[in-house]
């Protein structure tokens, strides 16, 4: 017997909320050639046709989705609250346009195009800052303040000093 010879009053097998079982129902409605809805013959209860029991591993996935979900609001309310204290009393309209070429300094305050308003949290030499956006922390590549980068050429120089030092001691 297939769904479509079925009509109300015929009895099928049906998943019961209130029984937590298969159990033997009797159709009460049909709708487009399909069971619309069903009575329990063990409890009387009227309902939906479930043609099966709810799978569990559905209800677990869902738990698991709501559950990420929390955790990355928490965390997006932490960063949110992070970057609102940063910009607290300050006037946004004196952000930057970030750009690999352009030079920053701590705590300026820089406008990205694709996260938005964020303040360089700290300088990572040579050529990277942290900002703190609205939505978390990120690394910028960029170019630093002069003072901030150390000049390889001078570095070498003194240690080459050193060792004539101590050549000529
Ligand atoms: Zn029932």
């Known amino acids: ?7 109300a009053g015929s009895e099928v097998d049906s998943y019961c909320l209130k029984c937590k079982d298969m159990t033997n129902h009797m159709i009460i409605a049909m709708a487009d050639g399909k069971i619309a809805k069903a009575q329990c013959n063990v409890c009387g209860g009227r309902h939906k046709y479930r043609a099966a029991k709810p799978s569990k ?3 677990a996935k ?18 949110t609250a992070a970057f609102e204290a940063l910009l607290k009393g300050r ?8 750009a690999m070429t352009a030079i920053f300094n701590k705590n300026e305050i820089i406008n990205h195009p694709t996260f938005g308003l964020g303040v360089v949290t700290s300088i990572i030499p040579a050529n990277k800052i942290e900002v703190t956006f609205k939505d978390g922390v990120k690394i910028l590549i960029c170019v630093l303040p002069v003072s ?4 390889p050429a001078k570095m070498k120089k003194k240690k080459i000093r050193k060792v004539v030092k101590e050549a000529a001691a």
């Open 1 to 7: 017997m297939t769904e479509s010879d079925l009509t």
């Open 57 to 59: 591993s559905t209800k």
């Open 62 to 79: 869902g738990t698991t989705a709501s559950r990420a979900a929390a955790g990355t609001t928490l965390k997006e309310k932490k960063a």
């Open 91 to 98: 006037d946004s309209s004196e952000s930057k346009p970030y």
């Open 148 to 151: 901030e980068t150390p000049e």
